[in-house]
């Protein structure tokens, strides 16, 4: 399913790494279309790990009521942050959560990703609040499929298509959550706020920052990156003059941070941190440290000390 896609599995194991929404669509489709399964996506979001919501979960079964620990999943839901746009929506005794895909070309795949998201919302809500606890009615989009039963078992309630708006609709019940802790469900919302306020890079700077950290000393071209990714290097020039990027600029940055982490890290020879981060000699290199930081390496070597 990773083929040709620019990652293996050996890369979705690296903590720092991340995929893009082609990347994503790409993997979806082969597994629609190799297992075969349309409740594919609810039964993924049904059997998703529950630690893998990390400090959202820890939020949630702090939070005072049901009410709280909707607002934590639908603040902070990681498993689609980046590709489902999230409200919520209160009215009277019910509270919704609302969600678009932020792609909407590709139909088939915002349906994954919102069917995908409801169904771990739920999970989690029955983990949290009670195993009773479930939305009162759900609304897709999407046109009716020919067998509504997988989605009815995956939600334990009505399930409406061809509606206006992807909602998922729960009753806020006077209910306490017996793991309630008022300090921690603050604490959990300020890290979790400073995580999302932190400028995360876009999903093009980090394909090619990715690609590039491979291999300083010998970096892919643009047409190796665009390759890997499976667009064309015309499209992928486009996109990052779009974003106001540049190549040269992002390679740079990644000369500097690899450089600059050699240097800050011990004695290594000059030879080696040039050879590391891509120079091809030391005077190159010495030129460009004074240009990143104005200071010799020397310099920045008895600052570090």
């Known amino acids: 399913m990773c083929r040709g896609l620019g990652f293996g599995l050996a890369e979705l194991e690296r903590i720092d790494f991340r995929v893009s929404y082609a990347q994503t669509g790409r993997v979806i489709q082969r597994a629609l279309q190799m297992l075969d399964d349309p409740a594919l996506p609810l039964r993924l979001g049904a059997s998703s790990s529950l630690v ?32 489902l746009c999230l409200q919520k929506q209160v009215d009277g005794s019910e509270f919704s959560a609302v969600a678009e895909p932020v792609h909407e070309d590709e139909p088939e795949i915002g349906h994954f990703l919102v069917e995908h998201a409801f169904a ?31 989605h009815e078992e995956a939600f334990g309630c009505p399930v409406h298509f061809g509606c206006s708006a992807n909602r998922v609709v729960f009753e806020l019940i006077d209910h306490p959550i017996a793991t309630a802790d008022a300090l921690v469900a ?22 090619i920052v990715r690609a590039l950290r491979a291999d300083l000393r010998s970096p892919p071209s643009m047409a190796e990156i665009a390759a890997s990714v499976n667009v064309s290097e015309r499209t992928l020039r486009r996109r990052l003059l779009a974003a106001e990027l540049s190549y040269a600029a992002l390679l740079d940055q990644e000369r500097m941070r690899r450089a600059l982490e050699l240097l800050n890290a011990g004695e290594a020879p000059m030879a080696r941190v040039a050879e590391a981060s891509g120079f091809s000699d030391t005077r190159s290199l010495r030129r460009a440290i004074k240009r990143w930081t104005g200071q010799t390496p020397s310099q920045l070597r008895r600052h570090g000390d």
């Open 52 to 83: 893998s919501w990390g400090l959202c979960l820890v939020g949630m079964m702090a939070a005072a009521n049901p009410r709280e620990a909707l607002d934590f999943a639908v603040d902070f839901l990681p498993p689609s942050d980046r590709f």
């Open 120 to 150: 771990a919302l739920v999970r989690v809500c029955r983990f949290v609040v009670a195993p009773w606890y479930g939305p009162q009615r759900v609304e897709l989009r999407r046109e009716l499929p020919a067998d509504t039963r997988c």
């Open 186 to 207: 603050r604490l959990c919302r300020h890290q979790l706020e400073l995580r999302a306020g932190a400028g995360a890079p876009s999903e093009l700077e980090a394909v």
